[in-house]
């Protein structure tokens, strides 16, 4: 089961820390990351990683976000957040390792959390 917390709603150039922790999932090759959906928009990718150390952040979030694991805890630190990053953040999770461009590419991932609202004001 994923659940995510942290998302809120903020001022632009302002931070926010979204938090997923992985309960129930052993195991030791996986890939798992963080994906959002604004109202009339696919989901997209935003910041992946595997269990080899491999990220991957889409282009529009480099050197603002940072994905981290630790104590299998799945986190998402956003800095400098614009209105364009407001959405719906989910995590996602699949046992196995993607690389490549595919680690950011939804349709690799059959778990899903039911998401967080980030809301981000001008």
């Known amino acids: 089961q994923l659940v995510e917390s942290g998302g809120g709603s903020v001022q632009a150039g302002g931070s926010l820390r979204l938090s997923c922790p992985l309960s129930?999932?052993?195991?030791?090759?996986?890939?798992m990351g963080w994906f959002r959906q604004a109202p009339g928009k696919e989901r997209e990718g935003v910041a992946c990683?595997?269990?080899?150390?491999d990220t991957l952040y889409a282009d529009s979030v480099k050197d603002r976000f940072t994905i981290s694991l630790d104590q299998n805890i799945l986190y998402l630190q956003m800095n400098n957040l614009k209105p364009e990053d407001s959405a719906m953040y989910y995590c996602?999770?699949?046992?196995?390792?993607?690389?490549?461009?595919?680690?950011?590419?939804?349709?690799?991932?059959?778990?899903w959390g039911q998401g967080t609202q980030v809301t981000v004001s001008s």
């Open positions: 996602a999770f699949r046992g196995g390792v993607v690389i490549g461009p595919s680690l950011l590419s939804r349709s690799w991932y059959p778990y």
């Open positions: 129930g999932y052993t195991y030791k090759a996986y890939s």
């Open positions: 990683i595997n269990s080899d150390g």
